[in-house]
């Protein structure tokens, strides 16, 4: 069974670069078809795509967030990591990182990290 559980810091500062990890267990993010992606939750609003992944490396992101965004994978650690520059409290919110078989599927959900940008 594929798990995944999101790490990094809760509370980031604005102007920085907030960074999170993903680990896989259970499975390999190099499982060829597959994506990884970083979804997230502002307070009181819907989920967000951010960005994904692929088993070949390549990468895809939010037109909205392309500019600060980065997705990079480690395959000897099996984790995949996510780097958002530039924050500002509106990008408080709960982070996942998912997987799934295709670009906007995601079969597979870490349990949720909260990232508070403070002023």
């Known amino acids: 069974q594929v798990q995944l559980q999101e790490s990094g810091p809760g509370l980031v500062k604005t102007s920085q670069t907030l960074t999170l990890t993903c680990t896989v267990s259970?499975?390999?993010?190099?499982?060829?078809?597959?994506?990884w992606s970083w979804i997230r939750q502002p307070p009181g609003k819907g989920l967000e795509w951010m960005g994904a992944i692929a088993s070949s490396a390549s990468t895809y992101y939010s037109p909205s967030l392309e500019n600060r965004t980065s997705i990079s994978r480690d395959t000897s650690k099996n984790q995949f990591t996510l780097q958002l520059s530039s924050v500002t409290p509106e990008d408080t919110a709960v982070h996942y990182c998912?997987?799934?078989?295709?670009?906007?599927?995601?079969?597979?959900w870490g349990q949720g990290t909260q990232v508070t940008v403070s002023s």
């Open positions: 259970g499975g390999s993010i190099t499982t060829s078809g597959y994506y």
């Open positions: 998912t997987g799934g078989p295709r670009l906007h599927q995601y079969d597979y």
